[in-house]
């Protein structure tokens, strides 16, 4: 691509719009940063876009919304599905979120596609509900997640509630690289499409529905009237758990709920946290200041898009930030407990987590005859199994996770949902204090029980357009010459790529069996320029488990840096 070309092109044409056209004369004199945003196009996969908000082609602004949207509208007119027509849209708190939204459903509406957009913005999980109580073909959420202010992104959902599939992430993609930015993009004002009936707004009824399915999830919220006292910090780190999660705690019951004032503040700066990701426990200081205050047990964190969900537990007189995988094992561990004393634990239960996700989990589950099914990483391939098993009966659906703080339970949605996992933490830390337990014993307590796991994740940064290009290099280094040793002698190699030997779909991941039952793996990110190096440990203690975990990581690090 002629990135010179596409540069003045923009500049030249009548479509951009004037700001637009500043930032970019902005930068007129610096090549490196016009090669950087035009040559390329922002890459449309799975997850859809993400990337900063800037001009250019390899930015996330209004005419790169536009132009995939106009790709979706293609895809929609290619697969018709019967009984289904539209399109549901929602957006989170970042800044641009809402008139990229706008846009969005400008381009569709131009296209002929009824679209269902909601009044303001809304959490991830609820897009993934709404749009199969509308009946729509497909959903899109503006949203980056967790990532830095300077991102945003584009979402898209098929029919079934799920991110969208593989096969039609590409005819997405395959319609763009056809198409013309500018000229081939069909475009109609909001204001004028919701005159048109094109538009309907979607408010507090969807609200209602979707709490209704989320508060159905609850196992034992009787216990949580037994704990009044029981404190609760909540923060939505500027974002759009602000309202839902503390609705659906009060709902429950919850009684001694305190918000973090600061971070109830819609915001797209973030300006209270480096980086909203609720698996930073930097991001919690506010919060944890609260429940020095206050004596809470338990602070619950949202993401801004409401996805996914992160925890802080006390311990004496400390507080202990849960990992993913942690909180993964807790409410698995305390799904299948409840049920088993109520009785009401189907015996074809089923649990499905990402592979790179803590095999303590497979252990939980074999000890209590629930089957455990690993998928690859992305909360779509969880849903495809929530999906399998409504149709063949094969399995009743217990409980999803990933590593990376997302979490499900019940079928309402087909993506991660912070809103049930603050809810279902929440009864979790009350039911415990009925038992004088604080989550934090009742995880070492699950150690004694079912062994002692430790894990870790590293990301190794790429900069520049070509940051795709040298993570592609990297991978394929490590399969030309393989490591006999990561910390531990290297028992077996899983190449994900080679389909028939994983049965699974393919995907560019390395999984390396160590010796002790270690294990290492090497995956590049699919939504941001950076490569994710998992390792879990097992051991006979959690000190051993530290130690072989430092050891892996260190020897990790010594191979991929060369």
């Known amino acids: 691509m002629d990135y010179q070309y596409e540069y003045q092109r923009w500049l030249d044409s009548d479509i951009v719009d004037q700001d637009t056209k500043d930032e970019l004369r902005a930068i007129a004199d610096d090549e490196n940063e016009i090669k950087g945003r035009f040559s390329k196009l922002l890459d449309f996969g799975t997850a859809g876009l993400r990337g900063i908000m800037r001009a250019g082609l390899f930015g996330m602004n209004v005419y790169t919304v536009r132009y995939a949207t106009q790709g979706l509208a293609d895809l929609i007119k290619a697969s018709p599905e019967d009984g289904r027509d539209g399109v549901t849209i929602s957006y989170d708190s970042r800044n641009n979120s809402a008139a990229f939204a706008a846009e969005a459903a400008g381009v569709l509406a131009a296209n002929g596609i009824h679209v269902y957009l909601f009044e303001s913005l809304r959490p991830t999980p609820e897009l993934s509900f709404a749009l199969r109580q509308t009946a729509s073909i497909a959903g899109i959420n503006i949203t980056a997640s967790h990532n830095p202010k300077e991102y945003n992104g584009y979402k898209v959902y098929w029919s079934d509630g799920a991110q969208l599939p593989p096969e039609h992430a590409a005819m997405v993609s395959d319609s763009m690289i056809q198409r013309d930015i500018f000229d081939d993009v069909k475009v109609m004002d909001v204001d004028e499409a919701k005159a048109s009936g094109l538009i309907t707004m979607l408010g507090d009824d969807m609200d209602e529905a979707y709490l209704s399915n989320v508060l159905a999830q609850s196992v034992s919220s009787d ?31 919850a009684r001694n709920l305190i918000t973090v004032p600061e971070q109830m503040v819609l915001n797209g700066d973030f300006p209270t946290v480096s980086s909203p990701n609720p698996d930073n426990i930097q991001t919690f ?78 252990v939980i589950c074999r000890r209590n005859g629930v089957e455990i099914v690993n998928v690859l990483t992305g909360f779509k391939f969880i849903g495809e199994k929530i999906k399998e098993w409504e149709a063949t009966g094969e399995h009743t659906f217990l409980f999803g996770f990933e590593e990376s703080n997302g979490y499900l339970c019940g079928t309402y949605a087909r993506d991660k949902d912070a809103i049930v996992a603050s809810m279902l933490l929440y009864e979790m830390a009350c039911y415990y204090d009925t038992k004088d337990l604080t989550l934090y014993e009742v995880l070492q307590k699950m150690y004694e029980k079912y062994g002692f796991f430790r894990e870790d994740v590293l990301s190794i ?12 290099g990297l991978m394929k280094s490590l399969r030309q010459d393989s490591p006999a040793e990561i910390g531990f002698p290297v028992e077996g190699i899983r190449d994900f790529q080679d389909t028939a030997a994983t049965g699974l779909p393919p995907a560019n991941m390395l999984f390396y069996d160590l010796a002790g039952g270690s294990k290492a793996i090497v995956r590049p990110s699919g939504t941001e320029p950076k490569v ?13 488990c530290d130690s072989a975990l430092n050891q892996i990581k260190d020897a990790l690090m010594e191979i991929i840096k060369a």
């Open 223 to 253: 216990l949580v009237k037994e704990s009044p006292d029981f404190c609760v910090i909540y923060t939505p780190l500027h974002g759009t758990g602000y309202r839902l999660v503390p609705e659906v705690l009060s709902r429950l019951g």
């Open 461 to 472: 940064q790429f900069e520049g357009f070509d940051a795709s290009d040298k993570m592609d």
């Open 532 to 544: 994710k190096l998992y390792i879990m440990a097992q051991g006979s203690d959690l000190h051993s």
């Open 285 to 362: 200081d506010l919060a944890m200041d609260l429940a020095r205050k206050h004596d809470a047990d338990l602070i619950i964190g949202t993401d801004p898009d409401g996805d996914r969900c992160g925890a802080v537990v006390r311990n004496g007189e400390d507080f202990v930030m849960l990992t993913g995988n942690q909180i993964g094992v807790l409410l698995l561990d305390y799904l299948i407990t409840v049920k088993k004393e109520s009785g009401t634990l189907p015996a074809d239960s089923a649990a499905v987590k990402s592979i790179v996700s803590t095999p303590m989990a497979d």
